[in-house]
């Protein structure tokens, strides 16, 4: 299967649970939550036929509670089987005869089984579990994209199955009545209880959702007004609201839409406001307003604050910057009683507000008139054009020259990118794509960048944060959202000019390049984890690589995947040899650009950003160290080749021989502290450390993981024929063979450190 | 990787493992093998044509399995193996218990 097919079943895989996820949020029965579940199996796998035994008082009876699909002969109702036995989640049923009760399996074509387990309902519920028989030939294999799948799916009907749900199984005596079965009082789903201001939270970003999918098939400037008005009324719980919107002269006002009920004196049609306090006054209620006397006959009206929208640039805090201009509309608004916010109402505010502004700034002029007076559009124009890419006023004298190619698919997109300065003069970079295109997404991707913004501001953060964290902690929020059914792909980078430093995680989304001029290939930077908002407790890895003056570093959508072959990076080099360094970003901004213009088959938004510092010094590769953090899952060794690789491949003097040793015995010495330092638990972290010093190549294999008394004499020597048929100690025994150094530092519950060193004999570089 | 076993008798096979055998795809290799070692008599060839890479875990495994095979009055054999492969059968001296110098076998053996 070719990577590009893997992801894509990977990427049908994510939308397919989150349209499940969003099925189970209602109140769903027993019977609605099992058959959704096995249905999403059936067709996932192609099968035929597909049973659910579920455990019942005693561990080791389950009781067959629902199945679908045609059988060859009748399926038991009740099997005796010790399912606590099983040693992985998926297990062919010839391996394990206990799969097989009484040849049931067999029978029934039922080549493989799953084993479901769930906490059960309420404090102390216990441990339970589900069998379920997949109709799938006797010697099926699963793929890592089917395993991921499957622990996705488990996750979601675990979560489905805590709370009521489970506490209903917990009860069960008799499941001949399982057809009956109907949830009882509200569903408990979340096993947390969330605090008012979590649920309303929560809310925001539901609420903003609907929002993205109502304007999925485009909209126009009515419509994006309405739907304000009338969102702002629901969530704030609103009698009325009026929108002004800026016309000219600046400081005047038009009514262009009003809500709800009116009261006490007709509404004026316009108002000069010339005294409206700066940007970062967001509201005033009338008692403050600077027109006294406009503002008694809005209170009048039942109207007592108003919320001013900005879709200008913000005034520069030093006060520099362009002058102060008049709001874009003013939105009055009016309740029950005098209206007060919460917090959460505030910032609910908030990012709507920006929302639609980044909606109203992405509207271009008819002409090329530049941003107008809302009064002056047509209301019943569509969004239109694109957001052509503007240079970054955070990026500028800082050290690092940059170019951005941004292209949506439709009239907005999905893909955004983000730049943060941070004290110590490092740049972070973030490169995204929220899954979709058009109104919907962009609005999607307001949020998103409004969440990252706060989440790389904040004080335990860090300054620069560590990009890991920082996609962790934007999948925590992705993840509290009720219905988060959109997700997010991103890169996100710290550029140190300082320490020449690249470091980045990312998720779900193709590995930065590193072009170096003068190399002969374009270095990919690895990292990956999944998308955002999928797993709770996702992970990611995170590298650092050293960047030198002329290195220009390339962060994408998959928008422009397709168009990255084989033979355009060799174009790509060949073109940049022998230019300026500024010339080079130019030049591969401006090819970049013509494929972005280009009109493909299954168009995608594309962003590319590409980086250069432009004052590192141009020295030869340095002796620096590089290091990748990995979390403790050997679906994450990909990723550790693809590091050694570009590590090896700077160095001048690794011959296959050597390449050979050091790549071998690194991977055994990680896949050693992921078995054996955690366990095979994906929490943990491994980190390697590479560094090369007077012709001598060191990596360094650290873990925290649960140590163990080293004896070097314990190493096997594999001398006698015994030993030779050993199936454990050989990756300790190859270290040695291979390597000219090997220091393993362990102590219980302490840790692992392994230091491998190896004495680079080659005048050549590795062969391809 | 492929992992498709050809019979070619009652009593021996070749089994096609057709990539690199690593952490994460080693479950179906050591599935496959520790169930043909369970036959008696059987005569197992192994096709390392694809395979660049074995890890220190996959060499175990085939340790192990070629003990089982024996055991059970059978063989376990390697042919087809590259440079790169070659290397990591003599550095993990699995070499010594492992014949990987032969040919494919012929049809029907």
């Known amino acids: 299967m070719t990577r590009l097919s893997a992801d894509r079943l990977a990427r049908q895989d994510i939308l397919s649970l989150r349209e499940m996820s969003a099925r189970l949020r209602g109140d769903p029965t027993l019977q609605e939550v099992f058959d959704l579940f096995l249905l999403m199996l059936m067709g996932r796998f192609q099968l035929r036929r597909i049973a659910l035994y579920i455990q019942g008082s005693e561990p080791t009876r389950l009781w067959l509670f629902h199945a679908k699909g045609q059988f060859p002969s009748a399926l038991p109702d009740v099997i005796e089987s010790d399912v606590n036995s099983s040693i992985q989640q998926v297990m062919l049923v010839k391996d394990m005869p206990v799969l097989n009760p009484g040849g049931m399996a067999g029978r029934n074509n039922l080549g493989a089984a799953w084993v479901l387990k769930w906490q059960g309902g309420g404090q102390g519920g216990q441990a339970r579990c589900a069998l379920v028989y997949l109709g799938v030939p006797p010697d099926m294999t699963f793929s890592n994209v089917d395993s991921v799948f499957l622990e996705l799916l488990s996750r979601t009907i675990s979560r489905a199955l805590e709370g009521n749900l489970g506490r209903i199984l917990d009860r069960l005596r008799d499941l001949e009545r399982r057809g009956d079965l109907i949830l009882q009082g509200g569903a408990g789903r979340r096993k947390q209880r969330l605090t008012r201001e979590k649920l309303l939270d929560s809310r925001n970003l539901q609420t903003l959702q609907d929002i993205a999918f109502r304007f999925k098939s485009g909209v126009s400037l009515e419509d994006i007004f309405n739907t304000y008005l009338l969102t702002l009324m629901g969530r704030l719980r609103l009698k009325r609201t009026a929108l002004y919107v800026s016309t000219l002269p600046a400081s005047a006002y038009q009514l262009l839409l009003w809500k709800g009920k009116e009261a006490g004196e007709e509404l004026p049609d316009r108002m000069d406001m010339p ?142 990118y983000d730049f943060h300065r941070f004290a110590d003069g490092s740049v972070g970079v973030a490169v995204a794509d929220v899954v979709g295109h058009g109104i919907a997404a962009a609005i999607w991707t307001s949020a998103m960048r409004e969440h990252l913004r706060e989440i790389v501001n904040r004080p335990a953060a860090g300054s620069p944060p560590e990009p890991a964290w920082v996609l962790e902690e934007l999948n925590r929020v992705l993840i509290q959202n009720l219905k988060n059914e959109i997700p997010l792909s991103i890169c996100y980078g710290v550029v140190d000019p300082a320490r020449n430093l690249f470091t980045y995680a990312s998720a779900g989304i193709d590995f930065p390049l590193l072009i170096r001029p003068n190399s002969d290939k374009i270095f990919e930077l690895p990292a990956g984890g999944l998308f955002l908002g999928c797993l709770p407790d996702a992970r990611f890895s995170q590298e650092s690589a050293p960047i030198q003056r002329d290195d220009i570093l390339l962060i994408y959508t998959d928008g422009f995947q397709p168009a990255f072959t084989a033979r355009w990076r060799r174009q790509i080099l060949q073109e940049v040899q022998g230019q300026g360094s500024l010339d080079s970003l130019d030049l591969i901004a401006q090819q970049l650009q013509i494929l972005a213009d280009r009109r493909m088959a299954d168009d995608d938004d594309k962003t590319a950003v590409l980086l250069r510092l432009s004052s590192a010094p141009a020295s030869a590769p340095s002796d620096g160290g590089h290091r990748i953090d990995l979390p403790s899952d050997v679906r994450h060794l990909p990723a550790l080749r693809l590091f050694m690789d570009n590590v090896l491949a700077e160095a001048v003097s690794v011959s296959p021989d050597d390449y050979f040793a050091i790549t071998f015995t690194t991977e055994d010495a990680v896949v050693n502290a992921i078995q054996h330092g955690y366990q095979s638990v994906p929490t943990g972290t491994v980190t390697i450390d590479v560094s090369r010093r007077e012709g001598r190549l060191s990596v360094a294999v650290r873990d925290a993981g649960c140590g163990f008394e080293f004896d070097p004499a314990s190493i096997p020597k594999f001398a006698v024929e015994d030993e030779l048929y050993r199936d454990s100690g050989r990756g300790l025994y190859m270290m040695h063979q291979l390597m000219d150094g090997v220091e393993i530092t362990s102590r219980p519950a302490s840790g692992t450190s392994v230091l491998l060193t190896k004495r680079l004999r080659g005048d050549s570089a590795r062969g391809a | 990787m492929a992992l498709d076993l050809e019979p070619l008798g009652e009593t021996s096979g070749i089994l096609r493992v057709g990539g690199d055998v690593r952490p994460e795809n080693i479950e179906g290799y050591r599935k496959k093998l520790y169930e043909v070692c369970e036959q008696k008599n059987y005569i197992l060839h192994i096709d390392m044509t694809g395979v660049e890479h074995l890890s220190s875990w996959a060499i175990g495994v085939t340790a192990l399995a070629a003990q089982k095979i024996r055991q059970n009055g059978g063989d376990l054999k390697i042919y087809a193996a590259g440079e790169n492969l070659k290397r990591i059968l003599k550095f993990s001296r699995l070499e010594m218990i492992i014949d990987s110098g032969g040919t494919a076998p012929p049809s029907g053996s």
């Open chain 1, 275 to 416: 005294d409206l306090p700066p940007r970062d006054s967001l509201w005033l209620d009338m008692k403050t307003f600077p027109d006294p006397v406009l503002a008694g006959r809005m209170a009048a009206s039942g109207y007592s604050v108003v919320w001013m929208l900005w879709r200008s640039a913000p005034v520069d805090a030093r006060g520099a910057g362009p002058p102060r201009v008049s709001p874009d509309a003013l939105v009055f608004m009016g309740g029950a009683a005098d209206l007060t916010f919460q917090p959460s109402d505030v910032k609910f505010m908030e990012i709507l507000n920006v929302q639609i502004t980044n909606i109203l700034t992405l509207l271009d002029s008819m002409g090329d008139a530049g941003p107008r007076p809302i009064a002056e559009w047509d209301k019943n124009i569509s969004v239109l054009i694109r957001d052509r890419a503007q240079a970054e006023d955070s990026l500028s004298g800082g050290g690092i020259a940059h170019r951005v190619v941004y292209r949506p698919s439709h009239k907005v997109g999905g893909d955004f």
